[in-house]
């Protein structure tokens, strides 16, 4: 993941709407990629995975895509509710995960 | 499920005094983390550990340091305190592929 300095990336969204939530990586040779999600006061929670010989993996409400080509994840949320209100982040790692490089985070906001 | 917890969730301490942040996990994985996580920063690796007995330094280990006797402990060491140590420290572990995060300790150093 990539860090984006001092300011945190916000999005804000309507309750019911879809989320998209972008993550640039800069080590071509990472091959494992994570999301997570960080509500306030709370240690980071895993929401989904995927290794860099797929291109989109889904869960539950969450899609994650991988563009190889340009260092790109994204994750999108389906029909956004009050409760995905939190820090998302990314990270990327070559191999085993004990080099794992974390971004900054986007704050989402979910409005009723 | 996956428990990792650590021994504070609030610490103020003292410019020099030594700190111990202490983490266990429940799942006999073999690998834990310390990170700390200031903001527009994201959480920056400060020592691993892969074994009992065994440490790595991380990205910024400068006035810290580790220790791990036993699979399900880790701990990290503030041996002088200082202001520029405040932060949010969190603890992780994992087997292979997904690390597990504990809550976290906020570090206050006055």
């Known amino acids: 993941g990539e860090s984006v300095g001092l300011h945190l990336p916000t999005l804000s969204v309507q309750e019911g709407d879809n989320s998209i939530i972008n993550c640039a990586y800069s080590?071509?040779?990472?091959?494992?990629f994570i999301w997570y999600k960080q509500e306030s006061g709370k240690g980071p929670q895993f929401i989904i995975d995927i290794r860099s010989n797929m291109d989109k993996r889904q869960g539950q409400r969450v899609t994650v895509l991988l563009n190889k080509t340009v260092k790109h994840l994204s994750l999108q949320i389906a029909a956004t509710q009050p409760g995905d209100s939190a820090v998302y982040f990314c990270?990327?790692?070559?191999?085993?995960?004990?080099?794992?490089?974390f971004g900054a985070g986007t704050r989402l906001t979910v409005k009723p | 499920d996956v428990k990792v917890t650590q021994s504070s969730r609030y610490l103020v301490k003292r410019t020099g005094e030594k700190v111990f942040l202490e983490c266990v996990q429940d799942m006999d994985h073999e690998n834990m983390f310390w990170y700390r996580q200031d903001p527009g920063l994201g959480l920056r690796l400060i020592y691993f550990?892969?074994?009992?007995?065994?440490?790595e330094k991380g990205d910024i280990p400068e006035g810290y340091s580790v220790s791990r006797e036993k699979k399900e402990r880790f701990s990290l060491i503030l041996e002088s305190a200082s202001t520029n140590q405040t932060s949010m420290y969190l603890c992780?572990?994992?087997?292979?592929?997904?690390?597990?995060f504990g809550p976290g300790t906020r570090l206050t150093v006055t």
């Open positions: 990270a990327d790692a070559i191999g085993n995960n004990n080099d794992m490089r």
């Open positions: 080590n071509s040779a990472s091959d494992y």
């Open positions: 550990s892969y074994d009992v007995k065994m440490k």
């Open positions: 992780a572990s994992s087997e292979r592929d997904e690390q597990y």
